[in-house]
């Protein structure tokens, strides 16, 4: 697919999968750095409510080299140049582990409320590039979009007002979520879509596509690291959020040395 029908298909759906796929190599140093990650204290390292179950890594480029190399992989950051149409910086990073049998649920929502509402970002300029650190099948809660209602633009949610802090943005009860009773509605107009494949799928969607996960209910985990590229002419107004769920740092990626190879 050229890059032309790349945009086509992500305008025309709110995702798309990639052409390519992150090497043997890159992908092994990763899932290394995240196993590492894992086993720290820290704030970044969130954990499923009332457990010490990992949930998720947040911002680990700025405080991890391979990280930080991943988030100027030519795989990842040509996608999101070429979705975006223009020079991006990384706006958030996270790695969302679902353990085996332990792994809870992401409530239907979209990402853009969180960054509409918390953050002041002016558009929904920005991508979410998926990487999957292991392959992502039916029953390890995979991530299920709703094609095509990112043209929704915000739909009803849980409101405007802002969540009380932020970990009510990374744990299995989200603020922002949209109505349990609005789902069977929008799943009748936009066809649900499980995003699976092998460990180093690469998949694009877009910050107003409805999308959620349920529980993993397998004995495989399934750990998939999240990159979000936005514009640079898109930086948030409102800078009220830990730096590692909202990088301050506009730079674009182009301009960062090293990548991951
Ligand atoms: C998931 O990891 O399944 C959900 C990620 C997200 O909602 O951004
Ligand atoms: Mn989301």
């Not at 930080?68 to 910086?89: K, M, Q």
């Amino acid at each position: 697919m050229s890059s032309e029908e790349q945009r086509i298909a992500y305008a025309d759906q709110g995702w798309c999968l990639a052409p390519r796929t992150l090497g043997q190599d890159a992908l092994a140093k990763v899932r290394s750095s995240v196993r590492a990650i894992a086993a720290t204290e820290r704030p970044e390292v969130v954990y499923e409510e009332g457990t010490r179950t990992v949930r998720a890594l947040h911002g680990c480029h700025r405080y991890d080299e391979v990280c930080a190399e991943l988030v100027r992989h030519p795989v990842l950051l040509d996608l999101a140049e070429a979705l975006i149409g223009g020079p991006v910086y990384l706006y958030q990073f996270k790695v969302n582990i679902k353990s085996p049998r332990q792994g809870r649920k992401w409530p239907w929502h979209q990402d853009y409320a969180f960054w509409a509402h918390e953050d002041g970002m002016p558009e929904p300029d920005a991508v979410n590039i998926a990487l999957h650190l292991d392959e992502v099948h039916e029953s390890n809660g995979p991530l299920t979009v709703l094609t095509g209602s990112h043209t929704l633009g915000l739909v009803t949610t849980g409101g405007t007002a802002r969540g009380r802090d932020w970990q009510d943005h990374v744990s299995a009860r989200l603020t922002h979520t949209i109505p349990e009773d609005e789902i069977p509605a929008l799943t009748a107009k936009f066809p649900p879509r499980s995003l699976l494949g092998p460990a180093g799928t690469v998949a694009a969607f877009h910050p107003s596509i409805v999308h959620s996960s349920t529980d993993n209910t397998s004995a495989d985990r399934r750990a998939v690291l999240l990159l979000t590229y936005n514009s640079v002419t898109n930086t948030p107004t409102r800078l009220t959020r830990p730096a590692f769920l909202v990088d301050p740092d506009s730079t674009p990626v182009r301009r960062l040395a090293n990548a991951l190879t």
